[in-house]
């Protein structure tokens, strides 16, 4: 199988050409239905399926779900960095040392799917509140540079697919 294919399932992310009210309420509903999405891809699986990496030299299932907590949570206090400060300089995260930290390895995926679900409730229900003016606040990102908060919300859209395809092509492709 192509690896390109097994790393990005859905396609690498392209920042959106045309971000409008329409296609906000869509990204916003994307991150809205994920947690339920993520909880239905992981039901029933074993501890084994669990450990099985969704690539060679990729995450387990577990710490793909455990990634998506620390990452979407990283990402919903950059969201409030930026409806309170002044194109605040954000502090990144190495993703993939995180996800070798033993939370990441050992944790049961309730704990995070909880999170996930909690997370997106609070998240989702602020991004609905935000005026046109507050979604084109910007924080920096000192690897990516500025961001606002309109394609951000496009980003993790597309982030959280795309792990969720990271899950469900792998039970497709092993007949789980």
Not at 38 to 46: D, F, P, T
Not at 48 to 76: C, F, K
Not at 115 to 143: A, G, Y
Request: with cysteine; hydrophobic share 35%.
């Amino acid at each position: 199988m192509d690896i390109e294919k097994l790393k990005y399932p859905i396609g690498r992310y392209q920042v959106e050409d045309n971000i409008n009210k329409t296609s906000i309420k869509n990204w916003i509903k994307e991150i809205e239905m994920l947690p339920e999405k993520l909880s239905e891809a992981v039901k029933g699986l074993s501890l084994n399926q669990l450990q099985t990496p969704y690539r060679p030299e990729g995450w387990t299932v577990q710490q793909v779900v455990h990634h998506i907590a620390d990452s979407h949570m990283n990402s919903y206090i950059r969201f409030k960095l930026a409806l309170t400060e002044d194109k605040p300089m954000i502090k990144p995260y190495d993703e993939k040392l995180w996800a070798e930290l033993p939370d990441s390895k050992v944790v049961e995926i309730n704990i995070s799917l909880d999170l996930i679900k909690s997370l997106h409730k609070r998240w989702t229900d602020l991004l609905k509140q935000l005026s046109e003016k507050e979604l084109n606040r910007e924080f920096l990102h000192p690897e990516s540079g500025m961001k606002k908060l309109n394609e951000t919300i496009c980003h993790y859209a597309w982030h959280g697919n795309h792990h969720l395809a990271h899950i469900t092509s792998l039970k497709e492709r092993i007949n789980w």
